[in-house]
T-cell receptor, first 110, second 113 residues
Framework: GEDVEQSLFLSVREGDSSVINCTYTDSSSTYLYWYKQEPGAGLQLLTYIFSNMDMKQDQRLTVLLNKKDKHLSLRIADTQTGDSAIYFCAEVSGNTPLVFGKGTRLSVIA | NAGVTQTPKFRVLKTGQSMTLLCAQDMNHEYMYWYRQDPGMGLRLIHYSVGEGTTAKGEVPDGYNVSRLKKQNFLLGLESAAPSQTSVYFC????????????FGSGTRLTVV
């Protein structure tokens, strides 16, 4: 089946930029998403990108999509302690359910 | 505007007991899903529904049953709970085209002893 891979951990200093990477296998993906999960909470949609786009910017968040390499990244500028969470990459194609990565735990050091 | 509401939030079951988890959404979403989340395993799809009266198996359906009698509700049943079903369960819903992704509930933490 289709697969989404992410590194499990990332640690950055407060004020630095964070870059979380994701690779996927489904070449027919239509939407790709980034979700954030804070401790004890459900997943919250951060942003998404349509597959015909290369980049999307939303305040401190920048999403880059390299469709040729099937690589998605999420850059968080000026990372704050409140950004500490688990970040999930997900993709969807056709009518099938979203496929999620295992999540990247971001730790922000003050 | 409640979004997706899951009940209960916490539950402890003894092995062999049964229970039903309720998911309710008020966004008129057509699709609904049940996931479980375990450490190191990410989110795994249990069952999902593409409309009232329909259900389909996901990645890990064994030991669970579901029903979607009303569009706004999606029930997850455990007929005979096992310790391996100790997990955090999330319900989600979405539009048909998934352009806004999924809206998730806040989860149910289930412990089977």
């Amino acid at each position: 089946g289709e697969d989404v891979e992410q590194s499990l951990f990332l640690s950055v200093r407060e004020g630095d930029s964070s870059v979380i990477n994701c690779t996927y296998t489904d070449s027919s993906s239509t939407y790709l998403y980034w979700y954030k999960q804070e401790p004890g909470a459900g997943l919250q949609l951060l942003t998404y990108i349509f597959s015909n786009m290369d980049m999307k910017q939303d305040q401190r968040l920048t999403v880059l999509l390299n469709k040729k390499d099937k690589h998605l990244s999420l850059r968080i500028a000026d990372t704050q302690t409140g950004d500490s969470a688990i970040y999930f990459c997900a993709e969807v194609s056709g009518n099938t359910p979203l496929v999620f990565g295992k999540g990247t735990r971001l730790s922000v050091i003050a | 505007n409640a979004g997706v509401t899951q009940t209960p939030k916490f539950r402890v079951l003894k092995t062999g007991q049964s229970m039903t988890l309720l998911c309710a959404q008020d966004m008129n979403h057509e699709y609904m899903y049940w996931y479980r989340q375990d450490p190191g395993m990410g989110l795994r799809l249990i069952h999902y529904s593409v409309g009232e009266g329909t259900t389909a198996k996901g990645e890990v359906p064994d030991g669970y049953n579901v029903s979607r009698l009303k569009k706004q509700n999606f029930l997850l049943g455990l007929e005979s709970a096992a310790p391996s079903q100790t997990s955090v369960y999330f319900c989600a819903s979405s539009l048909v085209d998934r352009s806004d992704g999924y809206t998730f509930g806040s989860g149910t933490r289930l412990t089977v002893v």
